[in-house]
C-alpha cells in the first residue's frame, strides 16, 4: 500500500502562484510514475502533468509554460509549480502515483485525497 498527502492548495487571486506538494510514503520501493490530475466542479477528472523516474514528463496543453511538476525522490515527495494561474486552473488537484512508466497513460495505481486550488478573478 501506498499513502499520499497532498498540501499546498488554497485561495489565490489570477496570476498569481502556488506550490503543491505530495509525500508519499508505505511501499513506495517499486513507484515509477508520478502525476497529478485536477477535477474542477461538474468536471471529469484531467491528468495535469506526470512524471517518470526517468524524468520524462507529460502536460495537459492548458497548462504548458505555466505548471513545472517536479520530484525529490529522496523526500519521497512530488511537486506541482503553477505559476500564471487562472480562474478555470480552479479545481481539487490530486496526487497519484503507479508501478509503470508512461507518462501519458491515465491508469494509475495510488491516489490522494486531494487540495483545493481556488483561483479568483
Known amino acids: 500500500q501506498v499513502q499520499l498527502v497532498e498540501s499546498g492548495g488554497g485561495l489565490v487571486q489570477a496570476g498569481g502562484s502556488l506550490r503543491l506538494s505530495c509525500a508519499a510514503s508505505?511501499?513506495?520501493?517499486?513507484?515509477?510514475?508520478l502525476g497529478w490530475y485536477r477535477q474542477g466542479l461538474g468536471k471529469e477528472r484531467e491528468l495535469v502533468a506526470a512524471?517518470?523516474?526517468?524524468?520524462?514528463?507529460n502536460y495537459t496543453d492548458s497548462v504548458k509554460g505555466r505548471f513545472t511538476i517536479s520530484r525529490d525522490n529522496a523526500k519521497n515527495t512530488l511537486y506541482l509549480q503553477m505559476n500564471s494561474l487562472k480562474p478555470e486552473d480552479t479545481a481539487v488537484y490530486i496526487c497519484?502515483?503507479?508501478?509503470?512508466?508512461?507518462?501519458?497513460?491515465?491508469?494509475?495505481?495510488?491516489w490522494g485525497q486531494g487540495t483545493q486550488v481556488t483561483v479568483s478573478s
Open positions: 497519484a502515483v503507479k508501478y509503470g512508466n508512461n507518462v501519458r497513460s491515465s491508469q494509475y495505481d495510488y
Open positions: 512524471v517518470s523516474s526517468g524524468g520524462s514528463t
Open positions: 508505505g511501499s513506495i520501493g517499486r513507484i515509477n510514475t
